[in-house]
């Protein structure tokens, strides 16, 4: 990872929301990739 992207705080933080939550996020991914067509759900923006 190039240095200065992501602090080390913001990382263990992601980390420990996609061990904790790994459906939920796969699935806010998949949704952000298809955009707000017709999931009738909002766009999560990473």
Do not use: C, F, Q
Not at 17 to 28: F, I, Q, T, V
Request: glycine share 6%.
């Amino acid at each position: 990872m190039e240095e200065g992207l992501l602090s080390e705080r913001s990382l263990r933080l992601t980390l420990a929301y996609r061990k904790e939550y790994p459906e939920e996020l796969d699935e806010a991914v998949a949704l952000n990739r298809e955009g707000p067509k017709r999931s009738g759900r909002h766009r999560i923006r990473a």
